[in-house]
Each structure stands twice: as C-alpha cells, then as structure tokens.
C-alpha cells in the first residue's frame, strides 16, 4: 500500500555544474534509498543534466549492481556527466514532454546555486502546468557557498586537497626559501582559500597571508605584506582566491585576461588558466629584491582529485541524496536538501529541507567573524568551523635541528 | 674493534636540489643505518646542503628520537633544507676545513645529477687534499633522469601524483567536454609526464596525447592531434612537459616567458609559471572552434603534496641512503647508490655502487621504446616499466549507462 500523500511514478535524477569528489556519494545515495520504496517504480538517470532529459538521453539505474554503484560512489566527477545551461521556459515546456511520457514523478537535481535555480524554475514551471512532481535539489558545491548550508558536500574533500598540498608546499617553502603564491578556486567566497589554514601545525607554518573575494585587494598592500613576511622569516607562502577583486570590484585575473569567456550563467572564466597568479608573481618580482618567486595554480586538481576525499564529506554527501529521496516520499513536494550544523561542542550535523527559493542564485559569502582585521588572513573560529569538516589530515615530522657546538 | 678498511670519525649528511616526497627516507635510512656501525662517532646534518657546510651551520642528527625519525621520512619535502649551489674550488677547500674541523670522514649528499656532481667535485678535491673521506651520492630526483638507474627515488611517488590527478581530470573532462591541458615537469626528460598513462584504465580513458621533451613538439601538429581526438570522443585530455622544446631545440614557454630566470647550474626556470598551459590552451581556441579549452600546471605539487606516496618509492628511498651507509662502512672510498631492477617478470630491485662520475653532470632521457611513433604518446613498454614503482592506484567506477527504451 502507498502512503498517503505519496504518488507513484517514476525518479529520474541528474547532476550539474562542476563536479566534485563526492558528487556521486549524494546519487547513489539516492538510488539506493529510492530502492527502498516501492511508490518509486523506475530509477533514470539523465546524461549531463538537463541536456539529458531535453534529448531524452536517459539511462536505468536499477541495472547498476550494487558493487558498481558503491565504487561509483568512491569516485570523483559526475558519473552522470554534467551541464552547465540555465533552461528557459521553452526548454522546461519541453523538459514536462519528457517528464510526462516517462511517467517521471521524481526529480532530483544535484549541484550548486545555479542549479538550485535551474531546479526552481523547473518546479516553477511544473506548477503553472499543473504537472504533478516531486522536485529537490540536492546540494553540492567545493566553493561552500549556498545560503541555508552550514557548508555543502564537495567542500571538506577539495578542502582537504588545499590543505594536504599547501602543507607540503609549506615544507617545500622552508627547504628553498623565497615567495610561493598558490591559486585556489573560489568566485566569490574564500572558503576554500581559507581552507589552506588549516595546513598549519607550527606557528611559523604556511599559508602566512590569504587573500580572499571578500576583502578588496590592492596590489600595494599585497606587496608590502609579502616584504614584512619575507623579512621575519626569510620566506613566505600565500594562499590566493582565484575570485579576488579590486576595491571597485573587479577582479584582478582580468587586468591580464586575454579572452573573457563567459558560461550560461554569466561567469567569466577564472580557472583554467595560470594568469593570476603570474600577475601577482611579476608584481613581487618587480616591487621587492625578492629573487625566487613562484606562483602555482591549483586548478581542477582540488575538485576531483583521484584518492583524496574527507570522510565526513562522503557520509554527507551520501546523506543528502538519500535524505531528498525520504522527504520526497514522504509527502513533501519540493525542496533543496541543506546542512545544519547542530549547537554542541562536538561536531555534528542534520539535514533539513529548505525552500528552492532560499539556495537558489545567489550565494553567502564568508562571515566576518572568519576574517582578520586586516583582511589578510583567517581567524581561529574558521579553524574550529573548518577542521571537523575537511577531517583528518597526514602528520607532518620535523627535526628538533639540534645544533652542533663549534669544536 | 673496528673492521678493516674502515675509518673512525663523524657523519655528515646534508639534502641539495628539488624537494621529494620520499627524500627524508633517504635521510632517516642512512641515520638509522649509521646508528648501527661504531665507527660512526657522530651524525651531523648540514642545513641547506653544502651551504650549511660553509657556513657551519650543522645540527645533532642523534639528539633525534627514532619515532621523530620515523615521522620526518613519512614527511615530503627536505627537513634538513635545501640549496642549488655548484661549488667552486675555492668553495671545495672551505668545506675541507670544516670537516677537518668537525673529523667528518663520511659524507653523503642527497640529490640529483647536479648533486651528484657536486659530491663527486668535493670528492676529487679530498683526494687532492689527501683528506681521508667516504663520499657518497644518495640519488633522488622525480624526474628519474639519473643515468646508471633504472629509476630513482622521488619518481614513484610524483608518478602516482600525476596519475591520480589525471584519474580524476579525465572524469572531469568526461563529465563537461573540451579540451583540458596539464603541464608536468621535466626539463630535458618525459618520465613524469608519461606517468600521467598509469591514469588510464578504459580505452578511451585520458590522457589522450602526450608530449614529451624527447621530441620536438610542433604547433600545427599538435592542433591537428587535438582535433582528431577532439572529433572522435568530443573531449581530449593531453600532457605535456613543461620542457617540450621546438625542432631547433628552444623551449617552447620561452615564447613567453618575460623573464628568463637562471639558476646556478645554467637552467631556466620553467615551473612556477602558468605561462606554457596559457600558450597551449590559445592555440587550441585560435586555431580550432572548440570553445571549452583548460589549461592547469600542475607545479609544485607534484613533488611535495603530502599524503600522496608510493610505497615501493618511500622503501626504495630508505633503502638507497642506508645501502650508502653500508657500503662506506664496509671499505669502499666513494660512489653513488643506483637503483637496478632484476631481470625477470617480478619486480625486484637491488642497490649497486656505481662511480660518481657516471651520474654527476649528464642525464639520460626516456629510451625510443618507451615513445609510440608519431611521438605523441607512450607505449605499453612504459607502462610495464612504470606501473610497479608508482604502484597502487584508486579504483575508478563508472557507470554501464543502460539506455532507457523510448516508451
């Protein structure tokens, strides 16, 4: 028998916007809770989004065994492949026609803001239309940056690759000496930036100055901080958000963009490219007697990274999507499934439904509260705020350097 | 009682060149070897290389407890430091007076082909001298270019960072399209960029063309490379060296390098730039109409991210500094560790005394066979050779794709 408020029909979901190290954790986890429950009849899968559903280029899920679902699970990147379109009210016209000829009752849409959006519109539209659908957005996003999350699945494991590289680029620091500068994806919040903090074990340790979006940067003060640094320690080692922007806000990266690519949602093109970071590079190089300078950009590298994932991030991510289906199911009609942090000292999370309308779009920036004064660093409370989520990270050894008495 | 042929006196070691991730192995195996044999007296270490032999600046390496030890070797970068200075005659005759000073009689250096040059140097000058000194060359380098070794520590665990990261770049570029470039080091040697092979576990798995130092690289052919990949799977995942050079022998990122920046052993720096990914990835966009084009460098990543190790690399390295140990113990005046591989179809190795001479100054490239005719990619004689040392990788899962009948 079929609960009441439930419907029968078919699921189909899809994944968007840029992949991440767990964003196949939140589908099998709803694959497999979907399978739980037998108002659900077929599991789809569409291929790279809505793109997916608009050429009706569906896959079945049910004949996934479930040994290739948990190694699905274990991988970065959409196994579903992914889009990047924001659909217009033709497109979503469209999107029903397959909706409907599939018997689809269940949608479910992992990705960021955008796609939070993208799912809203959706549900919007289904509405107007009268077609009866359960429709959820199921949360993902390295930058951590949609509103009514504590922080979203994607982040604790690109987190950790920013801090694991920026602990060795640390200790490569010391060996050689001079100015590292490293290139972290973030458009417009600093979080994962900020995560290379969490690298530090000794007082002297990198990253020593972050830069983030939400903090004006002038190339004046940037040079001066990197001196004084430079100056105490011989060395200095800096984390910079690839989104960061001038005090009229506009970002540094295009002072040197030779091409302004721009995607459906209107974002220019900031990854992919080292030219940030050669700017800051030349800038140190030009303005100080600093010899060795480098500047190195993380890239695609911290999304997707083979072998590298937070455990915590897993185990959400699997509880977001299995958690969308539940809701879906019993009875709720839409939703973006977020994370709330639970008050206590010990860490600790749940998942509660929220309105599309409250994730979708527009995005939350850092706090104030997890920024220095002087706007080039994070403070402690990001520290605490970040480490259960990133998880554990490798031991770093140093030697004591005893040194020997002069004969 | 003290074996023949040995001497009485101290221990100096010290680390020269670019960091690794196992090259504090190569440190904690010759202590740990040292602590075994009584005519060791004392074990100094010099911070910065030779430059620490100059300027006197040595630290107790047996005021270290062993599970310090033991941390240090799990740790990447060099925890004695390091420096990239060739020494002089006169530099020579200073560091003789220093251990006089100190009655060093065993030193080891570890590093590469100019670290091995520079131990054979200071070798050549104690003979001169008639100072009485056990020389040894501890070999290191990821980019596995040291003649007289099958490989060398610091290449298997590189390799596996390369690996991984094309593991997840390749599902990355499954899920959004386009062209995505990684630039890898390697000055005048293609083994680290090879390694990005191992990623591969599907035919159509990237990377999908490989560019190595090894052979001149040409701009409209590689354009005409990309489009047939790019035609065939509508994506294309490629590696290039960051030392590829054109027909004349001249790098190619010099084409835009606006500083040419040299070290004291006459090289050019091509890492800490984004510069050649930036060059390729332009090409790509002005030549073809493929609109997604990225371009990531994955610098210095590549030899220090910590927690990403080969465990077959981190036991050879401990092996090759306690093997020198060993080998200076039991009578031998001088040398360098090589690694040789048995023949037979098991992987095994065993660590040879080879002369100074044979590693200093030259490097050795990858050999014909390892490269495929159009010298694009590799063969699957690179693959034998390489896969035991870089070792395990993560288990990618993908998904059947079962289409869903049109009802």
Request: glycine residues 10%; positive net charge.
């Amino acid at each position: 028998m079929v609960a009441k408020n439930t419907i029968e029909g078919n699921m189909l979901i899809a994944q968007s916007g840029g992949p991440t190290a767990v964003i196949n954790q939140s589908l099998v986890g709803a694959v497999l809770e979907a399978k739980k429950h037998k108002e659900i009849k077929n599991i789809y899968g569409a291929l790279c989004g809505i793109q997916g559903i608009l050429d009706e280029n569906l896959i079945n899920l049910k004949k996934e065994s479930k040994t290739a679902l948990d190694t699905v699970a274990n991988t970065p990147s959409s196994a579903l492949g992914s889009v990047r379109r924001k659909p217009t009210p033709a497109d979503c016209a469209a999107i029903f026609q397959v909706l409907e000829k599939y018997n689809v009752r269940y949608f479910f849409y992992i990705g960021g803001n955008d796609s939070a959006e993208t799912t809203h519109i959706i549900n919007e539209e289904a509405r107007k239309a009268k077609y009866q659908l359960r429709c959820f957005h199921i949360c993902k996003t390295i930058d951590n940056d949609l509103r009514q999350n504590d922080h979203t699945p994607g982040f604790g494991s690109a987190g950790k690759f920013v801090a694991q590289a920026f602990m060795g680029d640390n200790l490569d620091n010391i060996a050689l000496g001079g100015v590292k500068i490293n290139v972290i994806m973030g458009r417009h919040a600093g979080f994962l930036t900020a995560a290379a903090a969490l690298a530090r074990q000794d007082e002297e340790d990198g990253p020593h100055l972050i830069y983030l979006p939400e903090r004006p940067f002038a190339m004046g003060r940037f040079v001066k901080d990197v001196k004084a640094v430079h100056n105490k320690l011989g060395r200095c080692v800096i984390a910079v958000s690839e989104g960061i922007v001038d005090v009229r806000g506009i970002p540094i990266v295009t002072k040197a963009a030779s091409s302004k690519e721009v995607d459906a949602h209107g974002n220019v093109q900031l990854s992919g490219t080292g030219a940030l970071g050669d700017i800051l590079a030349q800038e140190i190089k030009s303005k100080t007697k600093i010899t060795r300078v480098r500047a190195d950009t993380f890239g695609y590298l911290q999304r997707s990274f083979a072998g590298c994932v937070s455990e915590t991030d897993a185990r959400e991510a699997f509880g977001v999507g299995a958690s969308a289906v539940r809701e879906a199911i019993s009875g709720n009609k839409d939703g973006s499934i977020a994370i709330k942090r639970k008050p206590g000292k010990k860490y600790a999370v749940e998942f509660k439904r929220v309105p599309l309308k409250s994730v979708a779009k527009e995005t939350q920036h850092m706090p104030a509260k997890f920024i220095n004064a002087a706007g080039n660093n994070v403070t402690q409370a990001f520290i605490d705020y970040a480490a259960p989520i990133v998880g554990k990270l490798p031991r770093i050894g140093k030697l004591k350097r005893v040194p020997v008495r002069k004969p």
